[in-house]
């Protein structure tokens, strides 16, 4: 069921920058989409289309030219404790180990916890991530790309955020421990009602991992056009996804987009669309259907 007012609303959402000629350019302008509680929702979109940046006005960072995001009811005016962000760079404290940068979040995020209490929750989203054993006493410089990437997702879902914002977490990390991390990623998310905003540039990551995945015309000027529906049946994995009889229908979709409709659909060409993004949903047979509204149901994970 969908209740009347979604989680979160992001309305005409704009960027602009000065350019040095005294002008200014417009990165994105008309963003409009919603998310439900619970929804794991990845966006897809050429460099340079302003992905981050949305995702850095979402945390509080950065601030829009014009538009509004609310959630649960009240606009987003800075950073705060019910969004957690991953980016890819890690962003650990260096001087602090593992279970110390943990600790420090939990720590800003309930004030009147006792030591004890900090300590073993973290060292239990530590151990949900798989670092256990002696690697949580580590420092980052001491841990590989993927330990201090499981350090960042520990953090982050240790302050139990309602909206969980990752910024290409994955991008720098080998396909097997990136397979690995996705998997505890999904397996953390199923066990909570938070919502998930991810940045991604892998197509099958995204079909692997979001119910809906936002689809970005190139910039500048760029939109959300498209919002594709993702029910293939969870949970879902990484060999077997790809004989579900939708997973080539979405990929080519969501490939075709990006060889060509994202150009097409760039501002300023013909036919190119404005206003809220087109609902694309693929049948169980891999047929695409264009529909103007589709519920969000939370599928069995
Ligand atoms: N402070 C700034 N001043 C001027 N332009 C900026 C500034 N910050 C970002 N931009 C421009 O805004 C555009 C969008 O940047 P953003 O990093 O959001 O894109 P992106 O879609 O996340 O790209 P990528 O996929 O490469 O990470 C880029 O063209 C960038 O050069």
């Known amino acids: 069921m969908t209740s009347a007012r979604p989680f979160l609303d992001v309305s005409g959402l704009a960027k602009r920058f ?60 800075g950073p705060g404790l019910d969004r957690g962000v991953v980016f890819q760079n890690y962003s650990l404290l260096p001087w602090a180990t593992a279970l110390e940068n943990v600790v420090f979040a939990i720590r800003a995020r309930h004030r009147d916890w006792s030591r004890q209490q900090i300590r073993a929750h973290a060292l239990s989203h530590l151990a949900k991530v798989g670092l256990s054993g002696g690697a949580e006493h580590r420092k980052p410089a001491e841990l590989s790309g993927g330990m201090r990437q499981r350090v960042s997702i520990a953090r982050a879902f240790a ?7 990752l910024d290409e977490p994955f991008g720098a990390l080998d396909a097997l421990t990136r397979g690995t991390i996705q998997d505890e990623l999904i397996r953390i998310w199923s066990d909570t009602d938070q919502s998930v905003f991810m940045i991604t540039h892998d197509v099958d990551e995204a079909i692997l991992l979001a119910d809906r995945i936002l689809l970005m015309t190139n910039g500048p ?39 060509r409709r994202s150009r097409e659909l760039a501002a300023g060409a013909a036919g190119a669309g404005t206003g809220a993004p087109r609902t694309v949903r693929f049948g169980r047979d891999g047929s695409a259907q264009g529909v103007d509204v589709v519920p969000f149901q939370r599928a069995a994970r």
Do not use: W
Not at 159 to 165: A, D, F, K, N
């Open 159 to 165: 302050i139990e955020p309602r909206l969980l914002l």
């Open 18 to 77: 000065p350019t040095r000629g005294g002008g200014e350019t417009t990165v994105f302008e008309q963003v409009d989409f919603t998310m439900d509680r619970g929804e794991f929702v990845c966006v897809i979109g050429h460099s340079g289309c302003g992905k981050s940046t949305i995702l850095n006005i979402l945390a509080g960072l950065d601030s829009a030219s014009s538009g509004a995001v609310v959630m649960d009811g009240r606009e987003i005016s």
């Open 221 to 259: 000027r760029a939109r959300i056009a498209e919002s594709v529906v993702i029910d293939i049946p969870r949970p879902r994995a990484r060999d077997t996804i790809l004989h579900d009889p939708a997973f080539y229908a979405i990929r080519n979709h969501l490939v075709e987009f990006l060889t």
